[in-house]
Structure formats: C-alpha cells, structure tokens
C-alpha cells in the first residue's frame, strides 16, 4: 500500500540561496506584505527563504523589482 | 461562481438528507397511502415532487460536469481544494496530480488483472487420486469485455477453494477507484507542501 504512495526525490545538481530574508529584515517588511507586493501567497515566501522552493525566472524579476535590486545581487549559485 | 450556481449547489447538498430520508421512509413504509390520511399524504407527495426534482437536478450537474469546461474547472477544483493562487501553488499541485495519476494507474491495472483472473483450488474425485495428488489447481482469465457475454463454461467441483475474479460490484469500484484518486490527490498535495508530513 505504502509503495503506492512513493513519491520521488528531485536531485537538483545546483544550490540557489538568495538573501531576501535579509532585504526584508533590513527594511522592516513582513512576509506578508512581501507576498501581497508581489503577488504569491505567504507560504510561497517562506518556502522561497528557506530555499525549498526556487521562483519561476518571472517571480525572480518581481522580487528584484520590489527590492530595487538586480536579480545576482538577491539571488545566488553555488555548485552542491 | 454566481449565486446561480452556489443556489443550485446549496441545494444538491441540502437536499441530499431529504431525498435519502424519503429512500429509506419508502423502503419500509412505501409511498401507496391513501388520501384519507391527510397531512401524511401530502407529505409524501411532497416528497415524491422533490426527490423527482432533486434527481433532475443531480442529472443535469453531472452533464454540466461533463460538457462544460469551465464549470467543471470551478467545481472539481473546489470538491479537491486545490489551491493554484501562485506559481508554487501550481507546481505542487501538478505535481501531486502526476503521482495520483500514476498511482491510479498502478491501482487500475491491479484491479484489471484481477477482474481477469480466476484460480480454484479443488479436491480430485476419489477415481482420479491415485497419481498420489488429491487437489489441483486451476487458473483460468476471463478476457470478455461485455457484462454477462463470457459462456459459464466452468466445472463445478466439490470442495472448491479459490477467487474467482474480482468479488466487487461495478459501483464498489468505480467508488474504490473515485475515493483512490482523490485520496491520494490530497495526500500527495499535503506531503508536497510539508514533506516532512505522512
């Protein structure tokens, strides 16, 4: 029954970190205003933070719009 | 979704109990009563009016369902609750959908083979048990895709042990299968936004 229910595990080859909890702390946003500025739902922010969800190349533009910021500056690459 | 259809679905729910209440009055006491009683039997004619009515009503949203994209967009995501207010929301969802339609289909080809197949277990007659072996085996598919047009053309052995296909109605699986997909639909939803869930 168990084996029904198998979910498979992405391997992503890249890690992609970013510092938007960071630009939030600095100006004093919150999650949800964060999230009501760019259009997602508040658990998309948190899941954005904690790195278990990358954005869509749009929603990274969006970010770096609300922030005032180039996308490399909020967002990073770093091999695993 | 307009107040139209929130009405008419307010009304499918709401008059569910109703219509299952007047099944179960009918079953016991039927609906044959003479007009001497009354209030009694205006009730049941009330009754009769609104379940003929409710079942139009059923009828027309299950076709709704079926010709009408967008009603059935509206509808089926809300009996699912599933969210798609973003791109994550979206992502995960098609993902859950992916791993509900596999698992489905693991399940569908499960339950196809065994709507197929037969084995009886039975005891030899005496004359033939002198090869040392008392029982045996017999396996059999039955590959007929129309209700009833397979010939019965099994033996009937005497202390017969076995599964002789799927001991399950056509409603008893198509209900399995529904239940199954939205399940496991909301499983793999709720383990995509908390994996550490389930």
Not at chain 1, 14 to 23: D, E, F, P, R, S
Not at chain 1, 48 to 58: A, D, V
Not at chain 2, 129 to 142: A, D, I, R
Request: charge should be neutral; hydrophobic fraction near 50%; aromatic fraction near 12%.
């Amino acid at each position: 029954m168990y084996s029904l229910l198998y979910m498979p595990k992405l391997n992503p080859t890249l890690k992609i970190t970013n510092t938007i909890a960071l630009l939030r702390a600095e100006r004093k946003i919150t999650q949800q205003d964060l999230a009501q500025g760019i259009g997602v739902t508040r658990a998309t922010i948190i899941a954005i933070e904690k790195g278990s969800y990358n954005p869509s190349l749009e929603l990274a533009f969006r970010l770096a719009r609300f922030f005032g910021q180039d996308i490399q500056s909020i967002f990073s690459v770093e091999p695993l | 979704m307009s107040t139209f259809l929130r009405v008419f679905h307010f009304y499918l729910l709401l008059g569910l109990p109703f219509v299952l209440g007047f099944c179960v009055f009918d079953t016991f006491f039927g609906t044959q009563v003479p007009p001497a009683l009354g209030l009694l039997a205006l009730l049941i004619e009330v009754g009769v009016w609104h379940t003929l009515l409710w079942f139009s009503a059923l009828f027309g949203f299950l076709l709704a369902l079926l010709i009408s994209g967008s009603y059935r967009d509206k509808t089926l995501t809300k009996f699912t609750a599933m969210r798609e207010r973003d791109e994550r929301e979206l992502q995960v969802t098609g993902q859950a959908v992916r791993m509900a339609f596999l698992s489905t289909l693991a399940l569908l080809l499960v339950l196809m083979f065994t709507s197929v197949f037969s084995v009886v277990v039975y005891e030899l007659p005496l004359a033939e048990q002198s090869t040392g072996g008392t029982h045996e085996l017999s396996m059999s598919l039955n590959l007929s895709l129309l209700e009833g047009a397979s010939a019965k053309t099994e033996p009937q052995f005497s202390n017969a042990v076995g599964l002789t296909q799927l001991p399950l109605s056509n409603l008893g699986l198509l209900l399995l299968v529904l239940a199954w997909h939205v399940l496991s639909f909301r499983f793999f939803l709720r383990r995509q936004i908390n994996p550490e869930a389930g």
